[in-house]
């Protein structure tokens, strides 16, 4: 496992480096999902989810019997729904389990070892606060960094609180404002306005890879338009090297450094391949910009999380537990809300 801090610094924006084919989805989400990853901190965690986060889950799912339904809202690939098929094997149990999100997913087919989603059944397109399950049918709700994105928020809670009835038990790990998360989205957030509006670099290396495909890939002469676009991209590109001295935790301008290096590269044989090269990178950072402004919102003051369990003692499940949960001493990935009767 890689420290908590370089967890935190990929948890909302992992994705492989290279681009491939441009997805059948526009949805953000959609497009992560398909990338293939088996969940949002993939690079910061080599397979499913260990350590800390790992240990909380498996402490639900041992209060699980055999043939009882888990449901994994927000699921993406589902690596929650794998843990829990996962330790019930070891267990010696079968149970019934579901993943559910909001995005166009597909695990078996996007992400690898589709052989080890045998027995999981996906629900692709499906809101958190309309599941397709009966009242009181589900023994366990998962949900980690997914139930605070939903809204209306009170809709979704009500959702699970209908679905695990008088003897179900739901449990959440929440994106919290005190958390690591938290802190490195605020340096992700700058870093894409500093791509995107500030020195607008992206439509800057589009221009001039532009200018070769309408002339040669020798230098420009001195005086001509190329040269006036090759120096603003130049300056553009100091402007980013030093927001990245200042912004240590924006992953996003290292990938922004691989995409334009790389376009670079391919301007050099081939202008017209570099420019749908640049097209497809410019996409996948688009798509990682909404997707951290989803984060944004996403996160959750101790105050409204303190909410959540007032709300679910309110309605009947009085031994709900609030918890922080570190990694590491110092290193907070967010807070836990177990709800139970």
Request: aromatic fraction near 6%; charge should be negative; glycine fraction near 8%.
């Amino acid at each position: 496992m890689v420290p908590p801090e370089e967890h935190a610094r990929t948890v909302s924006h992992d994705h492989a480096m290279s681009i491939g084919p441009t997805p059948e989805s526009g949805d953000a989400w959609s497009t992560l999902w398909r990338a293939g990853v088996l969940h949002s901190c993939s690079t910061a965690i080599d397979g499913n989810y260990d350590g800390e986060m790992a240990a909380f889950w498996k402490a639900r799912f041992d209060g699980l019997g055999t043939g009882q339904r888990v449901v994994d809202i927000g699921t993406g690939n589902g690596a929650l729904a794998l843990l829990a098929k996962h330790h019930a094997a070891q267990r010696g149990l079968d149970l019934d389990i579901h993943g559910v999100d909001a995005a166009d997913i597909d695990p078996p087919r996007w992400a690898s070892g589709a052989d080890s989603f045998a027995g999981i059944t996906f629900h692709p397109r499906t809101g958190m606060d309309t599941l397709p399950f009966d009242d009181g049918s589900v023994a366990l709700v998962t949900s980690q960094y997914a139930f605070e994105y939903s809204r209306p928020r009170d809709a979704t809670l009500h959702e699970v609180f209908r679905v695990i009835g008088s003897t179900g038990s739901a449990a959440f790990l929440i994106h919290s404002s005190d958390s690591l998360i938290s802190s490195t989205a605020d340096q992700q957030r700058e870093a894409c306005d500093l791509v995107f509006d500030r020195t607008r670099i992206l439509d800057l290396a589009h221009d001039w890879v532009s200018s070769l495909v309408k002339g040669t890939t020798q230098p420009p002469r001195a005086g001509s338009e190329a040269t006036s676009i090759h120096r603003a991209f130049q300056q553009a590109s100091t402007q980013v090297v030093a927001g990245a001295a200042a912004l240590p935790e924006a992953a996003i301008l290292r990938k922004t450094f691989h995409y334009l290096h790389t376009t670079l590269e391919h301007a050099q044989t081939s202008p017209a391949h570099a420019l749908e090269y640049l097209a497809r990178a410019r996409a996948d950072l688009e798509a990682e910009r909404v997707r951290l402004q989803h984060l944004s919102a996403a996160i959750m003051a101790l105050t409204e999380i303190e909410q959540l369990r007032t709300q679910s003692i309110a309605a009947g499940y009085g031994s709900s537990v609030l918890a922080p949960l570190d990694q590491s001493p110092g290193s907070r990935m967010g807070w836990t809300l177990v709800v139970s009767r």
